[in-house]
């Protein structure tokens, strides 16, 4: 998908969308318990994860733009806290959009190539209450015992900037839109996502995370670590699918024959709060495709 595109989906809100549906983008919902001092507010973009440390409320994605104060407004139903720290699992609008509501001397934290693709976008550049202050590459560990945070990056997938957010007092993993909507991920070529190394980087992040039980997903529900291996798992087998079948098959009948082993990533349904999206099905197809066209710009 171009960039244009692929933005203008992101950030619709309440205009007319595919096929003349009318968009529609839930506001901030209500926050969740997840475990111990963490929560997950869902709506308005993608999840934000609450993590509430001695000292001060740490977030994971801060949603569309001017959705900040909402996002208070949930903290503030859990703690009296300051917001101390801002983590973004990646570079889209949903997922930054509401940086700048948080008082500057809040730390900012991303991958290093997160960084790169804000900076890249003027009109994120240019509000300096948006950008990183912190960046990492491979991993980082930020604060100790209870309140530490492990951040891991393990290569290209939705985005070339996808950071894994992990709570090892409560098991609990922030895993951004690598894994969204409990369906194939979108992936976004131009900053840097690839369909060819998002199994290398989930089976990588299966592998080198340990001792987690429970997974945020980047939008919809919280999950777990063995729905996160049967994801890593279907991935997998799409693209093996993908590479045995072009040239022969269509994406379509290739996308179809996963369905008795995946059922879950390739249901025909439209998903509660995803009206606006396709199916997981029709992500698959996607995917297969994008897998098709990276396959073919292969030297
Ligand atoms: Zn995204």
Redesign the pocket.
């Known amino acids: 998908m171009r960039r244009a595109g692929l933005l203008a989906t992101?950030v619709v809100v309440g205009v007319a969308g595919v096929a003349g549906q009318r968009a529609r983008i839930p506001p901030t919902g209500t926050i969740k318990h997840v475990k111990d001092n963490l929560y997950v507010i869902p709506g308005a973009g993608?999840n934000t994860t609450v993590f509430v440390t001695a000292s001060g409320v740490v977030l994971v994605d801060t949603k569309l733009a001017n959705n900040g104060e909402a996002i208070l407004n949930q903290v503030r139903t859990v703690t009296d806290k300051p917001v101390s720290m801002i983590i973004n699992?990646?570079?889209?609008p949903?997922?930054i959009g509401s940086n700048d509501y948080f008082p500057a001397s809040v730390e900012k934290v991303t991958h290093e190539n997160t960084r790169k693709w804000m900076a890249a976008n003027p009109r994120v550049a240019s509000n300096a209450a948006v950008m990183p202050t912190k960046t990492f590459s491979d991993t980082m560990t930020l604060g100790r015992e209870k309140d530490r945070i492990d951040l891991y990056y393990f290569g290209a997938g939705?985005?070339n900037g996808d950071a894994f957010v992990v709570f090892p007092s409560v098991r609990a993993m922030a895993a951004?839109?690598i894994f969204?909507w409990k369906m194939a991920?979108?992936i976004?070529p131009m900053?840097g996502g690839s369909v060819l190394a998002l199994p290398d980087t989930l089976e990588k992040a299966i592998k080198g995370i340990k001792n987690v039980d429970i997974v945020i997903e980047?939008?919809g529900d919280v999950n777990t670590w063995s729905g996160l291996r049967e994801y890593t798992q279907f991935n997998r087998a799409l693209l093996d699918a993908a590479k045995a079948g072009m040239g022969k098959r269509t994406a379509e009948e290739i996308a179809a024959d996963l369905r008795p082993k995946f059922p879950v990533f390739t249901k025909d349904e439209l998903l509660t709060d995803l009206e606006y999206g396709g199916t997981p099905m029709s992500r698959a197809v996607i995917n297969v495709n994008v897998a098709f066209q990276e396959l073919g710009h292969k030297p």
């Open positions: 992101i993608g699992t990646h570079s889209h949903d997922h939705h985005t951004g839109d969204a991920p979108l976004d900053a980047g939008h």
